[in-house]
């Protein structure tokens, strides 16, 4: 489905500053349209003049009237019962709101139908058509009139081109819904009308009384525990329901912690006429989100620090192995004992990577660079010839713990594999080749090198060797994947490649 920018870029030829203000009001009516109980389309003009609707939003708090999807559609003229909205060429042109004298009947629905000119830089640049089901006849109770004063602000700010404002958020904070908690006030920071949830949620924190008439900012200094958290909330208050409407740079949204609970609070200033009308506070409380949220905290921390520990007792179990290979006076069981301190050191080092790991995923080229210069270090040059070299060509990227343990073992044995048995004691420049191919589906690593080649009748699965019977059993149980060992084709030396399904 094409986004909002490519139905602008298609259809209109708006600059770039108006796209953007169309951009945030998209971004934001979801709380017209929770406040109205109604249904919004956004229509802007397209080639020829012909209108067009580019975005659309239902309510959360009603059922929506519009049962299919009209993004994309032409405003079509007459106006037919899906969709279309007669008064949003009026409204275009008039710049003014424009609403049906009486509600439309549609079937079984009787709707009521606004349009709303958005203003930006003095010029309407679009046109929000709002459809509302208006069936119901019963008296409207006092959230829904709170609701619907707040909304028909917001409107006149819509026509003013001050909704929505281009406040900050540097924390990236969620936006409250209406139905979190919802709570009017005047332009003397007065409470005139709270919602029972955003009166539980006040409560929650601290508040026992009701919040009729009580000034916001006293109810937030008493209850927060953070003095210069006080302060801002207050800072913030102030510039809800201020005569100056706030800039880019001053936050409208705040996470506050008081005694017993958390909350997010967002404050929308209503303003039409350069007057003030006071301010809608959201809030949500967050106190459960956020006791959840430092159990994960504790909990990868203590998973890390897990890792951390692994890492050390291998590190010790692979000093005591390289301490009694030093010990020995036997040829082969120092061997056996080096090759269990490379294997030992190769598992430490993933575990060392996942320990400032926050997410349990291994950065693989790290891992193969770090693993790759020990295995040189501690290969001495074959007869007085050059040290063997790794180059690593391309990138493996990250995987998770569970594939990247096992990989990196294989990859060790096979480098190793490499360096002990793949080139003869007098070759010059001896070179591995590391190198990989990546997609959604699998990981191809291809492990080459300049050397002898393979002997005569090769046979990797009847091969008896520990570390070929160690890098075939993880390649096939742990990694579900698939090893190839061969000559190179066209030149000399050893090919390998391994195929590592990621789903």
């Not at 802007?44 to 012909?50: E, I, M, R």
């Not at 139908?113 to 509302?132: D, E, W, Y």
């Not at 007792?313 to 005591?320: D, F, G, R, T, W």
Request: glycine fraction near 8%; proline fraction near 5%.
């Amino acid at each position: 489905m094409a986004t909002l920018s490519d139905l602008l870029a298609e259809h209109t030829s708006l600059p770039d500053a108006a796209a953007a203000h169309l951009q945030r009001l998209v971004a934001e009516w979801q709380l017209l349209a929770d406040l109205s109980f109604a249904d919004y389309l956004l229509a802007v003009s397209g080639d020829g003049g012909n209108l067009v609707y580019v975005a659309q939003c239902r309510p959360n708090t009603a059922s929506t009237v519009f049962q299919h999807d009209e993004v994309g559609h032409r405003v079509q003229r007459p106006a037919s019962p899906q969709g279309a909205n007669p008064l949003i060429n009026t409204a275009l042109t008039s710049g003014r709101i424009e609403q049906e004298g009486i509600a439309t009947r549609f079937g079984n629905l009787l709707l009521e139908r606004i349009a709303i000119p958005v203003t930006f830089g003095g010029q309407v640049i679009a046109v929000l058509g709002r459809a509302a089901d208006a069936s119901e006849t019963r008296p409207a109770s006092p959230l829904e009139a709170a609701y619907r004063d707040a909304a028909q602000a917001l409107c006149e700010m819509v026509v003013e081109g001050t909704f929505p404002l281009d406040e900050a958020n540097t924390l990236g904070l969620s936006t409250p819904r209406a139905g979190d908690g919802f709570i009017r006030i005047d332009p003397d920071g007065r409470v005139v009308y709270s919602s029972p949830n955003a009166l539980s949620a006040v409560h929650r924190m601290g508040w026992t009384t009701d919040l009729s008439g009580v000034v916001v900012a006293d109810v937030v200094a008493r209850l927060l525990t953070d003095p210069f958290e006080s302060v801002d909330a207050a800072g913030m208050l102030e510039a809800a329901v201020g005569a100056v409407l706030p800039g880019p740079d001053l936050a409208l949204r705040m996470e506050l912690d008081a005694r017993r609970a958390n909350v997010l609070v967002r404050a929308v200033p209503l303003r039409s006429r350069g007057r003030s009308r006071g301010a809608v506070l959201l809030i949500r409380d967050v106190t459960e989100v956020k006791r959840r949220d430092l159990a994960l905290i504790s909990k990868d921390a203590t998973i890390r620090e897990i890792h951390h520990r692994v890492k050390n007792n291998l590190q010790s179990v692979s000093a005591l192995l390289r301490l009694q290979a030093r010990r020995s006076s036997n040829a082969e069981t120092t061997q056996a004992l080096g090759e269990a301190v490379r294997r030992v050191s190769s598992i430490a080092l993933v575990h060392e990577m996942l320990s400032g790991s926050v997410d349990e995923e291994v950065d693989l080229d790290a891992i193969v660079d770090r693993v790759s210069t020990s295995l040189v270090d501690v290969t001495l040059p074959h007869g007085g010839g050059a040290r063997v070299s790794i180059r690593r060509d391309s990138r493996l990227g990250v995987l998770s713990a569970d594939l990247a343990m096992p990989l990196v073992m294989v990859l060790t044995e096979v480098l190793q594999n490499s360096i002990e048995h793949g080139f003869s004691p007098d070759q010059q420049g001896a070179l591995i080749v590391v190198d990989a191919v990546r997609d959604v589906r699998a990981l191809n690593v291809r492990v080459t090198d300049n050397g002898s080649g393979l002997p005569d009748g090769f046979d990797l699965a009847a091969s008896d060797r520990l570390g070929l019977q160690i890098v075939r059993t993880l390649v096939s149980n742990d990694l579900r994947g698939r090893i190839d060992i061969g000559p190179v084709p066209g030149a000399r030396g050893t090919r390998v490649e391994l195929e590592i399904p990621l789903h």
